[in-house]
């Protein structure tokens, strides 16, 4: 064996298990001398992975593992196994980063909540879930890391308990990762009946069956909040800002595409899997993408705009392109934190308010924040040289160049015309015209505030252009006419040129709300499923144990029928009142007469 190969693979799993080690250090207890405050944590892990990153470059194709036993048995050994590779490294690092700006971010955002250091770590521990389940080597491991962001989830979602909302969403957020989470013990399930190890190195490709593919496809949909079970990802905004940041760049909303890209090569194969991804991955893109356009607060226009993204990644999986998604995860995970920023940086600015049409005239009052707003707008939106213009045109040029069908390709390009058009609209209301706030409101920005989002803003420029350096493409660019190259930009100019065009009519009659926009705007039947079911569901109960118990039964047969009945013989009694001289009389006489007649 090569010692330059050997050397640098022992490096690379050493400094990436130093830069995970690293991490449990804030969890620590404060009189210990190791402990350091969260920002100062992250930051040295990002540093310290930045090395086995670069070593990874060298050597693209392996991958490094470390076993360790936990339980072996005749029929099923279990090991907890770090792989680390070239995928793995690059998303640890682009992580940290984020999380690093996260985390300076809550210093300013939080700094007048209680229990800032619980809220903290809380984060880390719900980083430290991801970055085991981004170096999972075996099921048993990405189990363990997959439950763990569930759980963090749903503490930091629900951070704010005494709102009931909050609690409401949170649960939601749970009940809805459960249903993720029978795919994954399917799959556990299948492994342990047909394989003597849960090792993801020891899986044959072409073992794929129904089972694994059906329970790959659902914790992947679970997870990444895919069309039908999106409906907890808006509700997650009740969470603190920080929080979303967090969970829609790269943690848990990505953690089901991460594990299609790791497990690609055992569903590659089946042709219903490939075509079940591409259908699943262009509705929720395009829906995601037209709800958003309905949306008022922007917390939920960014939300929606992370499911269209995942919708297109998930599009990429169904073409036979994990390497492409994976590209969009790096490319998007700055991209989207830097927006959740801006909208926190606004909230939080503006007194918690969260409704677009109540602000305005930011770029006045926030400059820095509102131009990067705009950067990473444009970077979201496939401005051409910007982040995710490096991973979103190849996608949908590749989609050009397959046998896909032609349906998924127009829902695709609407999609992408849509989010330069939600996107579009989200600047308009909040950085133009005139301010829509209170004027006696002071707004100044502070280096904790705007650092974070410099930083990720600074990354949502150049990540593009250095992950498409080092992330080695599959297979050749594709051939393609022209106008098919320049689709992508003429649909991302077209959204924006027409939301600028209906944005700026002055004077326009406001048409009742149709069908369409009640459905977009309730996020697919949002009220249906959870509001308008269980209400009829308990008034029905209600009137139920109300009126035909305790009104109709107990009272009517009860007091009311005692009532009515001594009112009625009340009435029979009330006239012969005060007569009982007379039916004396009438019966003395009637008796003597009939005497009387008998005796004469």
Same mark, same amino acid.
């Given at each position: ?76 050994n279990?090991?907890?196994t ?66 763990g ?11 704010? #308990? ?39 190195q ?9 089972? &694994? ?24 905004? !009740? ?18 595409? #991460?594990? &299609? ?15 079940t ?75 918690? !308010? ?9 770029k ?12 990473t ?19 949908? !040029?590749?989609? #050009? ?16 015309a ?19 706030n209170?004027?006696t ?13 410099i ?13 498409s ?75 139920i ?20 009945m ?15 001289? &007379? ?7 009637t008796t ?9």
């Amino acid at each position: 064996m090569n010692p330059t190969l050997t050397l640098d693979t022992t490096m690379i799993s050493t400094l990436t298990i130093l830069s995970t080690l690293v991490l449990f250090t804030s969890l620590l207890q404060k009189n210990t001398k190791f402990n350091l405050s969260p920002e100062t944590t992250v930051m040295t892990s990002f540093i310290i992975s930045i090395i086995p990153t670069m070593l990874s470059l060298k050597h693209t194709p392996n991958s490094t593992s470390i076993n360790l036993t936990m339980m072996q048995a005749s029929t099923l050994n279990i090991h907890s196994t770090l792989s680390t590779n070239l995928n793995s490294n690059l998303f640890l690092s682009v992580a940290l980063f984020v999380t690093w700006a996260i985390m300076q971010f809550s210093s300013w955002y939080m700094k007048d909540a209680p229990k800032m250091k619980l809220f903290k770590k809380y984060l880390m521990a719900f980083l430290i879930a991801m970055v085991i389940l981004m170096l999972a080597g075996s099921m048993m491991q990405l189990f363990i890391g997959w439950e763990g962001v569930g759980i963090m989830s749903f503490l930091l979602i629900n951070w704010w #308990y005494a709102r009931t909302y909050a609690n409401s969403s949170a649960m939601q957020a749970m009940t809805y990762n459960r249903i993720g989470d029978i795919g994954i013990i399917l799959i556990l399930a299948w492994l342990a009946t047909n394989q003597t190890s849960w090792d993801m190195q020891c899986m044959d490709p072409n073992m794929s069956t129904m089972a &694994l593919t059906i329970g790959l496809i659902l914790a992947a949909a679970g997870k990444s909040a895919q069309f039908f079970m999106h409906m907890w990802l808006p509700s997650a905004m !009740e969470g603190p800002t920080p929080v979303s940041a967090l969970l829609h760049s790269s943690t848990m909303v990505v953690a089901g595409i #991460y594990l &299609l890209i790791q497990m690609h090569h055992l569903i590659k194969n089946s042709y219903t899997s490939m075509n079940t991804c591409l259908w699943l991955g262009a509705t929720t893109s395009l829906y995601a993408s037209m709800t958003a356009l309905c949306q008022n607060d922007l917390k939920k226009i960014i939300a929606m705009s992370t499911l269209s993204q995942l919708g297109l990644m998930m599009v990429a999986i169904g073409l036979n392109q994990p390497n492409l998604s994976f590209m969009h995860i790096s490319t998007h995970a700055s991209t989207k934190a830097a927006l959740f920023l801006c909208a926190g940086s606004f909230i939080h600015n503006l007194q918690n !308010e969260q409704d677009i049409r109540k602000m305005g005239n930011m770029k006045s009052m926030l400059p820095i924040t509102s131009t990067c707003l705009v950067i990473t707008s444009l970077a979201l939106m496939g401005m051409p040289f910007l982040s995710c213009f490096y991973s979103k045109d190849p996608i949908i !040029e590749t989609a #050009y160049a397959s046998k896909m069908n032609t349906w998924i390709m127009i829902m695709v390009m609407t999609a992408t015309a849509m989010t330069s058009a939600y996107s579009m609209r989200m600047i308009y209301y909040t950085l133009t015209k005139y301010n829509r706030n209170n004027p006696t409101m002071t707004i100044k920005e502070t280096t904790n505030q705007i650092n974070p989002i410099i930083r990720l803003t600074a990354l949502s420029i150049l990540a593009g252009t250095m992950i498409s350096i080092i992330l080695t493409q599959t297979t050749s660019d594709p051939t393609l006419p022209t106008t098919m190259k320049l689709t992508p930009m003429l649909a991302m100019l077209t959204g924006i040129y027409f939301t600028i065009e209906i944005l700026n009519k002055s004077t326009y009659t406001q048409k009742q709300k149709n069908l369409m926009f009640i459905l977009l705007n309730q996020l697919a039947f949002f009220k249906i499923t959870h509001r308008w079911t269980p209400k009829t569901t308990l008034k029905m109960g209600t009137m139920i144990a109300t009126q035909l118990v305790d009104l109709l039964w107990l009272e009517k047969t009860g007091p009311k029928t005692i009532t009515l009945m001594n009112k009625n013989t009340s009435k029979l009694t009330n006239p012969l009142t005060g007569l009982m001289k &007379l039916y004396l009389s009438a019966t003395v006489i009637t008796t003597m007469l009939a005497l009387f007649m008998t005796h004469f």
